[in-house]
């Protein structure tokens, strides 16, 4: 894997402010859907689809491309919004999200948009999905890796710890769970909801590498993905503390902004600091 | 008495095995997934077993075997046996996962219905154990609501064939179709009607009898119990045309308008409730194409409970007696 210049952090970097200003936009024209999460998972969708995953937005199903599933799929429009500035599609049709006839629907749909693997939106399923795919990448001895990202809350559910089990028992080395550590769900805290914590010790108890890193520090995911990705002999999980609604002030550590979008006027104040920050970045500050 | 005029099949064409036989085999269904997983395994190296800690009494022993580069074994955990199936099948794998019926599809319906369905991916459920015939583990174990909640999902198939013999048809034959299905059979030793000469084809029912007076639609084992019905009702001066409606999604509708204007009378025949299974299926497309009075044979709205199998079938109604009754019943309401 190649090592990150200067040059590629800027690029990765203003990518990420491409990414959620996509988010605000799709989010403004759809009038519904998810915030928080799309906004603090931009810097890892772009570490993804920007350095670490091997595809081709022009051979999207290419067989030996890695694959990438996003298992909370309510926090689709940061996917959305990663695969369209990566040029899987044009950025115009992020503002079809969640409208009659679009591809981009509320929650993935695989037959709609093949290039999002599956379909998910009910929690815990994707990593049971991504364990599939892992083990058959090994029966066939191919060499495709699996990503899936996660949600915290969706620890909750029994289906991915039945996934943990079966990934260790299989030895799924090229599988790499990411678990997007905001703290927050529907209700409240997920601490005070149905606490999670000690997070990292219950997947070390099942037999999983277990890293975790700033997840909205792109160069700081990069070098973890990159050593979680090259370990062998078990999966890897990677827990990336993130904070939810990143990037937009007003949003940012409020549970509230979970499932709702920005209105107009705090779009445009989103988009705003966006651009503001944009500028920090060209500017190296 | 009918001639069985605009028949497509008839049933002198089916190769039937002498069921009327005192010493008829019997030979549960689920052995006859046994065998047809296995030379659907052998015909094509990525159909895989996946079973949930159930091997030897979902017939997946032998696939074990024989194919053990293509067996996994994930433990008691449903919902990721098709989850995990998903995922293999995305990657070009023909997953056969297997359980008690009660469990895949009970337990896993949701998992089922996205991954499966909405996703359409090529994953095939095999449901052991469905219907009161499981016997003595009792209503926990029993399922008979397995169809309802398989045939209302979009793009699933739902087979549910008569025996060992058709099972291991069918098995073969979903093997190498694509999309996603399910194969309903049970865990008792039942009659063998059918002969590798009997023809099998998704989504074709087949005409085992003919006969003008009542028609009977029959799935599964009880198929058995339609036909020595019939022989007890053509005594009685009804002849009765016996239908094994083995395809329950997609229906063949054809065939049961068929049957139900030659005849003007249905009786449905299930191990399954009456709500929402087999027979609320022919009475949807009746109700459109060809009214005419109908029975269902099927239990009640009421639970399983643990028994003997033959017994459960005759306590829940679904006996010879009780198709003999409702197809008398049937008779006189449609004069």
């Known amino acids: 894997m190649q090592s990150l210049s200067t040059e590629d952090l800027t690029a990765l970097e203003l990518k990420a402010n491409d990414v959620r200003q996509g988010i605000i936009r799709s989010l403004l024209a759809a009038g519904s859907g998810h915030s928080a999460g799309p906004l603090d998972m931009s810097d890892v969708f772009t570490a993804l689809y920007g350095h670490l995953m091997r595809h081709d937005p022009k051979n999207p199903q290419w067989p030996d491309r890695d694959r990438l599933l996003l298992s909370c799929g309510h926090i689709a429009p940061v996917r959305y919004s990663a695969m369209a500035n990566f040029g899987y599609f044009p950025v115009e049709e992020l503002l079809t999200l969640r409208k009659f006839g679009s591809r981009l629907q509320g929650h993935p749909e695989r037959v709609s948009l093949p290039s999002v693997e599956t379909t998910s939106g009910p929690l815990g399923e994707g990593l049971a999905q991504g364990v599939g795919m892992a083990l058959g990448a090994k029966m066939d001895g191919k060499d495709f890796h699996v990503w899936v990202v996660t949600s915290d809350a969706e620890h909750q559910c029994g289906l991915h710890w039945e996934a943990v089990l079966t990934g260790a028992k299989f030895k799924l080395d090229n599988l790499t769970a990411i678990v997007d550590r905001n703290f927050i769900q529907i209700d409240g805290s997920t601490e005070d909801v149905m606490p999670l914590e000690p997070f990292a010790q219950k997947y070390r108890a099942f037999n999983w590498e277990v890293y975790e890193c700033d997840g909205n520090d792109i160069a700081e995911f990069i070098e973890t993905a990159q050593r979680a990705r090259s370990y062998k002999g078990k999966p890897q999980v990677i827990i990336a503390n993130t904070i939810p609604g990143k990037g937009v002030s007003y949003m940012e550590g409020d549970y509230l902004w979970h499932g709702k979008p920005p209105n107009k006027e705090q779009a445009g104040e989103a988009l705003r600091e966006l651009a503001a920050a944009r500028e920090r970045i060209l500017a190296h500050e | ?335």
Not at chain 2, 24 to 44: D, H, L, Q, Y
Not at chain 2, 170 to 176: C, N, P, Q, R, Y
């Open chain 2, 1 to 335: 008495m009918s001639s069985g005029t605009g028949v497509r099949e008839g049933a002198t064409a089916m190769n039937l095995a002498d069921y009327r036989r005192a010493d008829v085999k019997m030979v549960p269904t689920r052995n006859g997934f046994g065998e047809g997983v296995i030379e659907a395994g052998s015909r094509n190296h990525d159909v895989l077993g996946i079973c949930a800690d159930l091997s030897e009494s979902t017939r997946f022993e032998g696939f074990k075997k024989a194919h053990p580069e293509q067996y996994v074994e994930i433990g008691v955990s449903e919902q990721m046996l098709v989850a995990m199936a998903g995922g293999l099948a995305a990657v070009g794998k023909v997953p056969w996962i297997a359980s008690y019926a009660m469990f895949n599809p009970g337990r896993s319906w949701e998992q089922v219905r996205t991954i499966m369905a909405l996703n359409e991916t090529n994953v095939k459920i095999a449901g052991a154990h469905a219907g009161v015939s499981v016997g003595p583990d009792g209503a926990t174990h029993q399922a008979i609501e397995d169809i309802a909640i398989m045939r209302v999902i979009p793009h699933m198939t739902v087979v549910v064939p008569c025996d060992s013999v058709q099972t291991k048809k069918a098995t073969l034959a979903l093997s190498e179709m694509w999309g996603p299905v399910y194969l309903r059979f049970g865990r008792d030793k039942s009659a063998v009607i059918t002969t590798d000469e009997t023809p099998f084809e998704i989504g074709k029912a087949q005409t085992f009898r003919e006969g003008g007076d009542v028609a009977i639609l029959a799935c599964g084992i009880l198929v058995y119990n339609a036909l020595i019905a019939a022989d007890r009702l053509a005594k009685d001066g009804i002849e009765c045309r016996v239908v094994n409606n083995h395809t329950v999604k997609p229906m063949d509708e054809a065939a049961v308008a068929d049957a139900a204007r030659t005849c003007g009378a249905v009786v449905t025949v299930e191990e399954h409730q009456k709500a929402a299974g087999m027979g609320s299926r022919v009475a949807e497309i009746l109700a459109q194409q060809c009214p005419v009075p109908i029975e269902f044979i099927g239990v009640d709205d009421r639970f399983g409970q643990s028994g003997d199998p033959a017994e459960l079938i005759e306590y829940y109604g679904m006996g010879v007696d009780s198709i003999v009754a409702a197809a008398k019943k049937v008779h006189q309401r449609k004069a």
